[in-house]
């Protein structure tokens, strides 16, 4: 790989001292004169319908602005759920937290004041909070026409994907191996709360928001609010984190506008990390069956596996299981179906469909390796896809890589015990590896490149920086296209007034979308330098241009991943630590070092925090979330973190900028997994339930 | 978060009367209290500050006991030179609080007195500790709740120095709006069965002022072992306070204080007696990690405990002893 002066070398982020020194001004920081604040009331139900809400006593409290209920507010909120159905205030509600008012007042006091001055007569329904009790007869229904949950076609019917013939498949296989899994909503657990600041001046609006696209979230409040889409300003220069959960508008930056509106002052709606939890979203649950067939040489000859996935009270995304993708096998047939349930929304979160579904086919494929006696490590290099679908070929492919080299660093021959559970002593250590592949997602962009006559250069693009860097790898790949070093280009973005369209930082595609629109405009650039001359006095010259990747023909553009995990496990406390871990990743050129090494820290400890402890617990009875919030999802620590080494497969790749492919979403694929093997290893017992607790790992020993 | 009130009187006893009004509630570190407000979980219409209150905040040798003042933070009980010598399973337990955050606010008084975490109560269900006449652990979601003393009310106490201070013998004074009265630390904690709404003695107008450090015997050795969820920041899923008086070998007595399995620091006399005056071995280590769990009575989803806290019960005691496995 050709070396390159910019790209490929360690850069701290362009921004990294405004964060460290407090300068940066986030949403939540921004205050403005006259600013009202919002709160929201909540049910305090599973499933009920309003028959009255009397908000005479909160409007009459000195200092309350505006409120808003389902009685003077019918707005849809389109991105709250995939049919664009969900209103900001529904009735029935349909799990513990959904919107009954929006209040905006003077003061957070007086707005929580007025909440408990809200009469809300309630007819409390039957509520039903498990997937498979949702299916039975008699079943409470959630929504019209039962709790199977229609996809974007309005059909109430699984999500298959088929090749060849299963059955067929299993008559062929000396072995045949079933088995089950489940795993558990989990919130994002961003850093950042959401909140919202909106105001009016006429019929433009503005909106500082927390969001990963202030394109999207532009486009989605001008359609909720039936305004034209210049009519609408989003505003975001700092967020502190998302991970798919700030992807659209979001209702709070609708009560935000519509409560400004009302109340004809600037409104900041702020909502509680409880509320973060309950009311927002987080990664879908799941109950997971396989049935493998095998030839005794280890040769996969079929994969059966159906699901059932926890789209909660409204179905904002997919809800499908990704993972079985990641083997070349004659017979493959998946189908996964979407159920409602009265507890909170599950949608986008860090490769949304992948992590509980690669622990449920990693963990299986284990099995099969320990029952034929074979290494994991080989039967996955035998059975590893070597074709998308065993069809396409990939654009660059470097999973055979990841696992080769990865287990050579990781040191998987020491590690890996041959048979498992067979350390002594109460603290038995394990090894264990998992794979995963990502695509990523399309999208249109735009950027624009300037230059004036002092030779200073800018590039004007539509991020946010979720977390990733963006705002440095978009000022990188300008830099290197240009041939001048970093600190001679500026970057402006978050705000849709100065920047032009981005497609918003989800599907991992920032880098290898924007990147594109970066590096097309700043060579259009160069070609206007080559033609015009250098800009003189106080001329600029500018080039915008807009790219729209399409879908590359006869090839797959994927980034590919292997992990490896060691453990230690106390057999008599249950006990779990994983004491090393190392990430190998092919996704192509990485563009820089330091924070794509940040991405894969992070995502492995999110998915070792999966993996262990975090899940959304519902009290039966009632129907309430018991455990919302850092200290209940027992979010992991800095000292539950291992250090996580990480691998470079840079695989030569000839498209996207510089051949990078996609890093954000790959990193937290295999982790879940990888630890679950691990922990197999260790013990010799399967853990087949996520997330993997003390009291679980005690209870498969007991 | 509600508004109230903030008061800040000169004196304990100025305290003590002011805490006579029922909607009045004492504030230390404040650093559970406040979020308790916001949760909507306690609703104070004045809060009595004492950090205004010159002297409580001290720890101080007078003659053969040592005197923690009752706001004296948890990290300073942590790291004061004395307990970490002497009174080991304290400092150790104090060290083990929370975060290094709320260690630094938060006050030995307050985390004596700190209200349960059962996830029942903290998200207000009408429960024995908010009011009601329930306890929704029973059949409810139960794995952190009470193998021990459980009834009517499940809850574990949340306290890490709470146990230590039982091991320790250590005793409490107390200040009222006319008297002063001195409670032994195993008396302070009382069971649900005597008031399911509380977890302590403490009645209202009244402040713990002090902890009182008895002097150790000669060749005491001390350890607290505390069990998380994770690697910080939790309360004790289990834990235990282990207090011995040793004689070479020899151990002359034994204090074993239980954290995390009951509704109030457990003390397991039975185990103790195994090892009073016997020579430690791995194999009685074993023998009164057993007798510890005798008579434990698991609800529907923690019984994983009862292992896990006979294996706590054995690590603290080779700590404390300094027997290898």
Known sequence: ????????????????????????????????????????????????????IDTSKAAALPGVRAILTKDNCDTVWSSGDTLGQRKLFNNPLRFTGEAVAAIAAVNRHVA????????????????????????????????????????NQRRREPQTYKRGDAAKGVAEADRVFESSFTSSHHNNAQMELRTSLAYWEGSKLTVYASTQGIANCQRDIAKDLNIAEPNVRVICHYMGGGFGNKNQSHDFD?????????????????????EDFVAVHGRWSSKQSYKIGVKNDGTLTSIQMTARTGAGAYRKSSCDLSGTEIYQVPNLETATTPIYTNTAVA????????????????????????????????????????????????????????????????????????????GTGPVKRGAGMAMGMFGSALGRSSAVAKVDAKGNYSIHVGVTDCGTAAKTTMGLIAAEELGVPLNKVTVVWGDTDTCPYSVGESGSRTTVQTGEAVIAAVKDLKKMIAEKGMPTGT????????????????????????????????????????????????????????????????????????????????????????????????IMTHMDAPKVDVLWIETEDAYGPFGAKTLGEPTIIPTVAAVGNAIYNAIGKRMRNLPMTRERVLEVLA | MKSFRNINPKSLTEAARALQDPKAMVAGGGSDLLGMIKEHIVAPDTLVNLRAISGIDTIARRGNTLHVGGLATIDSVSDHAEIRQRYAVLAEAAGQVATPQIRNVGTIAGNLMQRPWCWYFRNNFPCYKNGGTTCFSI?????????????????????????????????????????????????????????????????????????????????????????????????????????????????????????????????????EAILQSKSLTEALLVQAAEKALEGARPLAKNAYKIPLTKATVKQALRAASGLRA
Not at chain 1, 388 to 394: I, M, N, W
Not at chain 1, 605 to 620: F, K, V
């Open chain 1, 254 to 274: 609708l009560f935000a506008a519509l409560l400004a509106k009302e109340a004809k002052a600037p409104v900041k709606v702020e909502f509680t990390r409880k």
């Open chain 1, 1 to 52: 790989m050709t070396p390159l002066n910019s790209v490929g070398h360690r850069e701290p982020r362009i921004d990294a001292l405004l964060r460290v020194t407090g300068k940066a001004e986030y949403t939540g920081d921004v205050k403005l004169p006259g600013m009202l604040y919002a709160r929201l009331l909540r049910s305090p139900h599973p499933h009920a319908r309003i028959r009255s």
């Open chain 1, 112 to 151: 929580e004041e007025a909440m408990a001055l809200i009469q809300v007569d309630y007819e409390v329904l039957p509520f039903v909070l498990d997937v498979d009790k949702a299916m039975e007869d008699g079943a409470p229904e959630i929504h019209p026409g039962g709790n199977l949950s229609p996809n």
């Open chain 1, 539 to 634: 001329n600029d010259l500018v080039a915008m241009v807009t790219t729209n990747p399409a879908a590359i023909a006869g090839a797959s553009r994927q980034s590919f991943v292997a992990h490896f995990a060691e453990v230690e496990v106390n057999v008599e406390t249950g006990h779990i630590a994983v004491v090393k871990f190392t990430a190998a990743h092919d996704s192509g050129r990485i563009i820089n070092p330091l924070t794509a090494e940040s991405q894969v820290q992070g995502g492995a400890i999110q998915g070792i925090g999966m993996a262990l402890h975090e899940e959304l617990r519902y009290d039966p009875r009632s129907g309430q979330p018991l455990n919302a919030g850092y200290y209940g999802a027992r």
């Open chain 1, 347 to 422: 949608a986008n979160y860090r490769a949304p469909a992948y992590p509980q579904g690669v622990f449920g086919i990693e963990s299986a494929i284990d099995d099969v390796a320990y029952a034929l006696k074979m290494d994991p490590l080989e039967f996955r290099l035998k059975n590893m896809t070597r074709k998308f679908r065993d069809q396409t070929p990939y654009t660059s492919f470097g999973l055979e890589d990841c696992l080769r080299k990865g287990a050579e660093a990781f040191g998987w021959k020491q590690r890996w015990k041959p048979v498992a559970g067979s």
């Open chain 2, 139 to 271: 059949t409810g979601e139960n794995e952190f709740h009470a193998i021990f003393g459980g009834g009517p009310s499940f809850i574990v106490h949340p306290s890490d120095t709470a146990p230590a201070l039982v091991a320790l013998n250590a005793r409490f004074r107390i200040v009222g709006p006319q008297r002063e009265r001195e409670v032994a630390a195993a008396d302070f904690f009382q069971l649900p069965t005597v008031n399911p709404a509380k977890e302590n003695a403490l009645a209202s107008g009244e402040v713990l002022a002090e902890v009182i450090l008895p002097e150790p015997k000669a060749n005491t050795r001390s350890t607290y072992v505390k069990v998380l969820d994770r690697e910080s920041w939790t309360h004790a899923v289990v834990s235990v306070a282990a207090v011995l008086e040793m004689n070479g070998a020899e151990c002359r007595s034994a204090r074993i204080v239980l954290g995390g399995v009951a509704p109030i620091p457990w003390r397991v006399p039975a185990a």
